[in-house]
């Protein structure tokens, strides 16, 4: 009787899991929507930054070569 219940249990364990796995997988309009943002944000970013890092670096290259 104990091994049944023990059973029991596992497999409800299980199909918790099962449950939970299966709810992530669904969400797939989500995580595309996450990627497109974050795709978008990281170009805004760089289109900002471009011009600063530009005079970084060639601020940085004509220090080197100046020695």
């Keep these: 009787m104990l091994a049944e ?3 029991d249990t ?3 364990k299980r199909t918790a899991a099962d449950r939970a796995l299966a709810d ?3 969400d ?15 170009i805004a970013i760089w289109t900002l930054a ?6 970084v670096f060639q601020q940085a290259i ?4 100046s020695f």
């Design 24 to 26: 992530e997988r669904g």
């Design 28 to 42: 797939v309009p989500g995580w595309v929507l996450v990627t497109l943002m974050t795709a978008g944000l990281v």
């Design 50 to 55: 471009t011009p600063a890092l530009s005079g």
């Design 10 to 12: 596992e497999t409800s």
């Design 5 to 7: 219940r023990r059973k």
């Design 62 to 65: 004509d220090r080197v070569t």
